[in-house]
């Protein structure tokens, strides 16, 4: 019996939502309380948006080097959304799990999706709007995005509603509760340390 | 889509513990934060301890008071421990969980595998000592028990925590880091309501 409970090596998180639910506000929620947790920034040939970070929101990089990933199988997973291709870069999620050390994926369902068939033992949790006009009235809001960029994302976010199913939880963002939706993410990666069946991760 | 997540009908925590690990503690503590969930209070033929409330630790009732119950088929679970009766009443859990309320069965080991049995989608919690000797320390400054009882609790804590490998979920309750472990327990049952496929709890 000793103090450390249940996996002895790091958990692979997945996080899921359709633009506009919230997802990076509560993943720097949860960074901003200490949670103990790498979060994996993904690469993408998509233009940045204002205000998003290269290294931070994203690794934004060319058609090339993504190419250049893809052929070297250095990407987890890899998907094209809105005509863009996204991945996930595999040394870096690799090396924090084998030092023991917890990783959260913010990937699409799509995404989600590829490392399930790959991590089947990874925990995959889908935080969803309210309700698609919720979602709807927060796209709007958004205004670093086209009329159309934002219709496409409200009829790709019904399809990805759907998908939510075969996820392993579901946290709902409600509208003037992200508190709420923190703490239920946050308790979900404390109950999954202390099952007593540690999962098995490999990527 | 609607705002309320995984489980229609209430959830069935079952935690266990052996004697001296301070379930009684982590439960009122739980309570004192205002989770809600109902503590199934068991009865038992065994004379109370000081400081024991008939109806809020057990309910302590005769040898037949007890063969009364258990001839009518009301409880969920019965078990000899300590040379004493112990027993589940069937009736309160019932209500609860149809109340769509979530409740927690504080039953020792043997009660919880025959809850297994009759409930596999119950949600089985095992709250363990940070070790042998603590737990033996933790017994011995508890003034209302003879030597003997001390020695007896001790032989079969070791018994009780071979057990805890068919558990859901552990939690070790650290010396010191009470309010760990009483975060922990919340977020499984916090976590465990976040599921997308709720347990189907019939008792």
């Known amino acids: 019996m000793t103090s450390k ?5 790091g958990l692979l998180f997945v996080l899921s939502a ?44 060319s058609r090339e080097e993504y190419h250049h990933m893809l052929a070297n199988n250095e990407l987890l ?31 699409d369902v799509q995404g989600a999706a590829t490392v399930r068939q790959k991590v089947p033992e ?9 309700s698609i006009d919720e979602l709807s009235r927060r796209l709007s809001a958004r205004r670093s995005e086209t009329q159309e960029d934002r219709a496409r994302r409200l009829a790709d976010a019904a399809y990805e509603l759907e998908q939510q199913q075969w996820y392993d939880y579901r946290v709902v963002n409600r509208q003037g509760h992200l508190d709420e939706a923190v703490e239920k993410v946050k308790a979900i990666i404390i ?13």
């Open 191 to 203: 109950a999954e340390h202390c099952r007593v069946q540690p999962r098995h991760i490999e990527i």
């Open 18 to 61: 359709p633009s506009g639910t919230g997802k990076d506000t509560v993943i720097r929620r949860l960074k901003e309380q200490g949670l103990p947790i790498h979060i994996s920034v993904s690469v993408t040939t998509r233009a940045p948006r204002p205000g998003e970070i290269n290294g931070v929101h994203y690794h934004f990089i």
């Open 122 to 130: 990874a925990i995959f949790i889908f935080l969803a709007p309210q």
């Open 77 to 107: 997973e890899h998907a094209e959304v809105h005509g863009n291709w996204y991945g996930v870069p595999r040394r870096p999620v690799r090396e924090w799990l084998a030092a023991g050390e917890d990783v959260l994926l913010k990937i």
């Open 5 to 9: 409970q249940g996996a002895t090596h």
